[in-house]
């Protein structure tokens, strides 16, 4: 198996939808919401995908000015691909694009948090969140 990495692609919604449904990120995604699905593809800034020929079976999406700050929103690989060093790949595909002094953030999946110290991503205690239906006080 020889996966191939690209940063120049861009994704349908359906591909997107396609490739969370075989990942552990598929039940937290609005999968249904096929308007959602492309504004968030479309609204993405970057996104770093692995395809297996003409498979896509890992992606990572995400927003970013690429100089100060990247959020990576979705780190996702095909469940039948995990434990081959794709999701770290992903990350290095997406992180050749942007600038030196660019931090890589991310929210982690409970079932992930320990991926990411395994693979040198430090733990920060600052985020905040406000999720909808909450409103500022």
Not at 53 to 74: H, I, N, P, Q
Request: glycine content about 6%; proline content about 4%; some cysteine.
């Amino acid at each position: 198996m020889s996966i191939v990495y690209r940063t120049d692609l861009r994704l349908t919604a359906e591909q997107f939808i396609d490739v969370l449904s075989r990942t552990s990120l598929g039940p937290r995604r609005p999968l249904e919401d096929r308007d959602c699905m492309e504004a968030m593809v479309s609204h993405a800034s970057l996104i770093a995908t692995a395809w297996d020929g003409d498979v896509l079976v890992g992606v990572a999406r995400c927003v970013t000015d690429f100089v100060y700050a990247c959020y990576m929103s979705e780190l996702a690989v095909d469940e039948r691909y995990q434990r081959q060093g794709i999701g770290k790949e992903l990350i290095r595909a997406a992180r050749s694009r942007l600038g030196p002094r660019c931090r890589l953030r991310l929210l982690a999946a409970p079932d992930a948090t320990d991926y990411y110290s395994h693979i040198g991503f430090a733990h920060s205690p600052r985020c905040w969140e406000l999720t909808p239906g909450h409103e500022l006080k």
